[in-house]
């Protein structure tokens, strides 16, 4: 049992990625850490968003993998989705993973608070809202990591039922026959793609110029050409202007700044996700929050509070990236040491989107490198030609590796990698090593790359930046 006023080393404020990355981490180094999470440690992440999400893409995956079996000689019936199972399945893979992350805490005598922690001067956090109410405690640290929850819209009031977002999206029990998803980013891809792959007729709705903002613009046109090749229909540049719900509250009718409108059962929001900033912080610390609900840090995560530091989804100007906010925290960790301190470089983090097909990136895309004034060589091979792909059935993608003309200009160093395929979410690996290590593509073109392989398709794409690849010119 912890007492009022008892002393840490770090107090962490939030026990997602970021703040249970940071404790895990502290606590291996032998320091005194305790979190203070409102609900369960593991986040957003664990039960509200990475991990359920990716577990619906894997029933939608084997779903299809069934639809298309005959392809390969094996005669089965049309597959049926029973969702009440694959909610079964996807709350025990959580639990699992909560129970895990739990008993790796505690073996590191992390102390854990329930209810939502406030921070005042001199490092008190203070809890309240949970079973931990009332309690305060000190840390010679603290380490702010509320995390984030969804954005929402004006015009589309959530009622769990008929709109929802991603976090009430995660509990249904049952594929509706008609989706309208508001949002084109990663998240919306993700939902957009299993759901027309579990039956349901989906249409995205996105106010950019395109869907997958941020992703290299020929990544994306291909997510764009597979969605409308598999019936999903994309509105972009396009706004919702209002939302007419049904009589009885099933379904209802989305309009939009186009003048059309979209029928559906289900509307799902997925327009982003804002810092979870309010009551964090008590009058008289030096923390700074900016205009949006961001906390303002250095590139070292320290607040303009000494002492204080922040990562993850709260923190302003990053991705909202799970493994971002594991990454920060280490960073914030060994400031506290003494130790030496590599600042995250956001510029060439790993991204990851599970849609069909995968989406996969580190590094800046074509269109960023030239506006930065690199004079680039780009190589483009598509996995149509991957024998590994083709035993696979799955054709569908390219990889694309961007590097900076050299003095005798042939291609140097590589800036950046973008992948959309089969599995392109386990093959940035090396691809992200490239960017990071600041490589050139002489250099990475020398590594083997097993035969039959999806990753020859990267390595292939190397090669030919050197000028004398084997089937890319």
């Known amino acids: 049992m912890t007492t009022a006023g008892a002393q840490y080393d770090i107090v962490v404020i939030g026990g997602g990625p970021g703040g249970y990355a940071t404790a895990l981490y502290a606590a291996a180094a032998g320091l005194s850490v305790a979190i203070v999470e409102r609900d369960k440690v593991g986040g957003t992440c664990l039960h509200r968003g990475c991990v359920p999400a990716k577990e619906f893409l894997e029933t939608a995956s084997v779903h299809r ?3 298309r079996s005959s392809e390969f000689g094996i005669r089965v019936g049309e597959p049926t989705v029973d ?12 639990d699992r993973l909560f129970r895990g992350l739990s008993g790796l805490l505690a073996g590191r005598k992390v102390t854990v608070l329930r209810g939502a922690g406030t921070l005042f001067p001199q490092h008190r956090v203070r809890v309240s ?3 931990d109410a009332g309690t305060e405690i000190v840390g010679r640290a603290v380490v702010l990591a509320a995390g984030s929850v969804p954005r929402t819209l004006p015009g589309l009031p959530v009622d769990g039922r008929t709109v929802v977002t991603s ?3 995660l509990d249904l029990d049952r594929i509706p026959e008609s989706v309208a998803v508001v949002g084109g980013g990663a998240i919306g891809c993700e939902f957009a793609s299993l759901l027309s792959d579990l039956g349901a007729r989906v249409s995205v709705v996105e106010a950019l110029p395109a ?3 941020g992703c290299d613009s020929e990544v994306a046109a291909v997510v764009h050409r597979s969605f409308r090749r598999r019936g999903i229909e994309i509105h972009v540049g396009t706004e919702v202007k209002g939302f007419v719900p049904r009589p009885g509250g099933t379904g209802g009718v989305l309009h939009l700044s186009e003048g059309g409108e979209i029928d559906a059962d289900l509307v799902v929001i997925s327009v982003g996700r804002r810092p979870r900033s309010e009551g964090l912080l008590a009058e008289g610390t030096s923390v700074v929050i900016d205009e949006r609900g961001f906390v303002v840090t250095d590139r070292y995560q320290r607040t303009h509070e000494p002492g204080v530091w922040a990562v993850g989804d709260l923190v302003a100007g990053t991705p909202q990236l799970a493994h971002v906010g594991f990454a920060e925290a280490i960073v914030a960790v060994r400031c506290m040491l003494g130790e030496q301190a590599v600042p995250v470089d ?3 983090v790993p991204w990851a989107i599970y849609c069909h097909p995968e989406v996969a990136f580190a590094g800046l895309t074509e269109e960023q490198a030239k506006a930065r004034g690199f004079d680039v060589v780009v190589k483009k091979d598509p996995f149509g030609g991957n024998s590994r792909a083709q035993i696979l059935g799955d054709t569908e993608g390219l990889v694309k590796v961007v590097a900076e003309r050299a003095a005798d200009g042939l291609s140097g160093r590589i800036l950046g990698v973008h992948m959309v395929g089969p599995w ?3 093959q940035l690996g090396a691809g992200y090593l490239a960017v990071n290590w600041e490589a050139t593509a002489n250099e990475v073109a020398q590594f083997i790359q097993p035969h039959p392989s999806l990753s020859e398709t990267f390595g292939e794409t190397v090669l030919a930046l050197t000028g004398r690849g084997l089937h890319l010119g």
């Not at 969702?83 to 959580?94: D, E, M, P």
């Open 346 to 348: 956001y510029d060439r």
């Open 65 to 67: 993998t069934v639809r």
């Open 211 to 213: 869907i997958l903002n």
């Open 167 to 169: 976090d009430e999206f």
């Open 424 to 426: 392109v979410t386990e």
């Open 83 to 94: 969702f009440t199972v694959s909610q079964a399945r996807k709350n025990a893979v959580v």
């Open 129 to 131: 809202e949970g079973p």
